[in-house]
């Protein structure tokens, strides 16, 4: 049974960095405001009057808005791939059950850094073919999918057909339930007898046995298995 997890991040003051930390923390400080408002609410200017720097301090770090988006967006990538990879590692020898464990660790990951997950797919806020350590810092992580996959295909489990295809259906398929179920987070709401509220109830509390529904449709054949 799945589980909304509750985001929650400390605020570190300018006082608990050194001065060389002045990028990292301009960081925390972004992905932190992202969390209280929208993208849109945040500047560069503001950022240095909230970390108590100089207006022009951050130039020195982030050309623009846009560059501070990529450097959050890249270290998503990398915190998510350390996520994913012992996780892969951990399922090696059950290559369905290790894809099945990657979607449900992906899903956690998004309701856990909804201030990184937004900036991975928002092309109004970032174009990630300007930024090659974001396009480098993606690949890797989507290489941990496409490689268990892979070797599910090596294995017979999976069908005859390009990795990129069956690992873009896996992704497309938990990236619509991790948004859905960012959805819910976001509303604080209860729920409804609504039609569209009992089925988001339902996705929440069987992720598990949905999540093995979509690897169940890219598997040469065998019914899903929820246990």
């Not at 002045?22 to 503001?46: G, K, Y």
């Not at 290790?98 to 092309?123: C, M, N």
């Not at 892979?150 to 489990?157: A, C, E, I, N, P």
Request: hydrophobic share 40%; charged share 20%; proline share 3%.
């Amino acid at each position: 049974m799945g589980v909304i997890m509750t985001v929650s991040t400390k605020h570190r003051s300018a006082s608990n960095y050194h001065h060389g930390d002045l990028r990292q923390q301009l960081i925390d400080v972004a992905c932190q405001q992202l969390l209280e408002s929208s993208a849109d609410q945040l500047s560069l200017r503001a950022l240095a009057r909230r970390v108590g720097v100089s207006q022009t301090a951050p130039y020195r770090h982030f050309e623009s808005k846009n560059a501070l988006f990529a450097a959050i967006a890249t270290q998503g990538f990398e915190l998510m791939t350390e996520d994913l990879l012992p996780v892969a590692a951990r399922h090696s020898d059950d290559i369905v059950q290790a894809t099945v464990e990657l979607g449900l660790a992906y899903i956690r990951w998004s309701l856990r850094h909804p201030e990184k997950y937004q900036l991975f797919f928002d092309s109004s806020l970032l174009d990630p073919v300007n930024h090659a350590a974001l396009k480098l810092a993606g690949a890797e992580c989507f290489a941990v999918l496409t490689g268990t996959i892979q070797r599910g295909k090596d294995q017979g489990l999976f069908l005859d057909k390009p990795v990129e295809l069956l690992a873009g259906t896996i992704w497309a398929s938990v990236h619509g339930l991790a948004s859905l179920l960012r959805n819910q987070v976001r509303r604080h709401a209860e729920f409804t007898d609504n039609p569209t509220d009992q089925a988001s109830r339902l996705l929440i509390e069987e992720q598990r046995y949905v999540m093995t529904l979509f690897v169940n449709s890219i598997q040469r054949q065998g019914e899903p298995d929820a246990t």
